[in-house]
């Protein structure tokens, strides 16, 4: 998939009025984008039957409840494994680091993983990779659980921004091979946040 990543690192230092400006333009460009990409036959995950009748992704509301400025902590000696994914492909990951944060009274602490072979490249040398799941799938959200692409960050704190949460290409097109969230990263609340499911 085509990785989009829009951080949000220089809103901390503005006033509330500014950074909810700020913040609802840098979603509403990340959603632009994303539609974009769908809506390119190159690039698109679509089926041609279903490119030709996609006008766009359903969002869930802004909502900046669902920006989230998370301890970030480094693995250190990270262990490789392989991710599970919707087919025997099994791609080689580390858990980079964690992402611990309060959400509705709860505490949460998920994994955020890097990928070996993404590594390797220039452009996404620094690019890190959050799947999770939560209590939307299945309803109002793809079953399988969705996505968000971050970038390894300067400090201690990093922005987990679900309103960027997307689906993985496999929830349009069954011949894509898409990582499976692990159980670890299950958050049990609604993440009404990001992408919802696609009906065509």
């Not at 998370?70 to 791609?91: G, Y």
């Amino acid at each position: 998939m085509k990785i989009i990543l829009f951080c949000c690192l220089a809103l901390i230092s503005l006033g509330p009025d500014s950074l909810g400006q700020s913040h609802k333009k840098e979603i509403i460009k990340f959603q632009r984008e994303l539609n974009k990409e769908f809506n390119d036959p190159k690039e698109s995950p679509l089926p041609e039957e279903d490119l030709k009748k996609f006008s766009g992704h359903p969002f869930y509301p802004i909502d900046e409840k669902f920006r989230i400025e998370a301890k970030f902590t480094r693995i250190e000696n990270p262990v490789s494994f392989q991710m599970q994914t919707t087919t025997d492909r099994l791609p080689v990951y580390d858990i980079y680091g964690q992402a611990t944060f309060q959400l509705e009274g709860k505490t949460y602490i998920l994994n955020i993983y890097q990928s070996h072979r993404l590594r390797e490249k220039k452009e996404y040398k620094d690019y890190l990779f959050l799947p999770f799941t939560d209590l939307t799938n299945g309803e109002e959200t793809y079953g399988g659980g969705r996505y968000i692409d971050l970038a390894i960050p300067p400090d201690n704190i990093i922005v987990v921004d679900f309103n960027k949460a997307y689906n993985p290409y496999c929830a349009y097109n069954y011949k894509y091979s898409c990582p499976i969230p692990p159980k670890e990263n299950n958050i049990d609340t609604a993440i009404t946040a990001g992408v919802k499911n696609l009906k065509l």
